[in-house]
């Protein structure tokens, strides 16, 4: 199995301002994706994130407002830009693992605007 | 973006009974199919998948049914413990897909 790890595991935001979410792999993909889980909701696909190449996002969701990073095969971060109230949600990471097809999160970031 | 956006329905069980949790997905061009499980503070866990070739699949404790004619899916846990209490997630992919659609969970109570 893998293990995601995501900094930071929560903040408090203020209307206007930008957080950059960084997630960490311990073993190289090529697949990374984000997603976005309201309170008491299911998760949401955001973007896919290959290396190498930009990002891929789902419908409802643009690059300037959410810009993701792939530098490398262990490494992804997602930018919540010019946050609002209605942006605060938990937001996770996710890879996903050749062969075994399998799909692993991380914890997740709990992001709060004001 | 894809996503159930409903409330979660509960589901409340007696330790040490078997429970059933359902799941409809919608594309017909999906042939994986997974259960994930979330506890509270975490990200989804998980549990066992099943592909579209099969209908039925067993792991430790755990059962997954797939029905492909009426696009059902349900994770069957068996003596059901408090650990078990957590937020259980259907989710699909499609054939030569990477994308993972989660559909809405379902929130297990147990009870001691």
């Known amino acids: 199995s893998a293990v995601i790890s995501q900094k930071p595991s929560r903040d408090i935001c203020q209307r206007g301002t930008s957080l950059t979410i960084q997630c960490q792999v311990d073993s190289q993909v090529t697949m990374m994706f984000w997603y976005r889980q309201q309170p008491g909701q299911s998760l949401t696909l955001i973007a896919t994130a290959n290396q190498g190449s930009e990002a891929t996002y789902e419908s409802g969701f643009v690059i300037d407002k959410f810009p993701i990073s792939r530098p490398n095969l262990t490494f992804s971060t997602l930018t919540v830009s010019n946050m609002s109230p209605e942006d605060s949600s938990i937001y996770l990471c996710?890879?996903?693992?050749?062969?075994?097809?399998?799909?692993?999160f991380g914890p997740g970031t709990r992001l709060t605007v004001l | 973006g894809e996503s159930v956006g409903l409330h979660l329905p509960t589901l409340s069980v007696q330790e040490g009974d078997n429970s059933i949790i359902n799941c409809a997905y919608s594309n017909s061009a999906s042939d994986y199919f997974i259960w994930y499980k979330q506890e509270s503070g975490k990200g989804p866990q998980f549990i066992i998948d099943?592909?579209?070739?099969?209908d039925k699949r067993q792991g430790q404790r755990v059962t997954v049914l797939l029905n492909k004619t009426v696009k059902h899916l349900s994770l069957q846990i068996a003596a059901t413990q408090p650990g078990d209490s957590a937020v259980y997630f259907c989710a699909e992919r499609s054939t030569g897909g990477f994308k993972t659609i989660f559909g809405a969970g379902t929130r297990l109570f147990v009870k001691a």
């Open positions: 996710s890879s996903l693992h050749g062969g075994t097809d399998t799909q692993y």
């Open positions: 099943i592909r579209s070739n099969m």
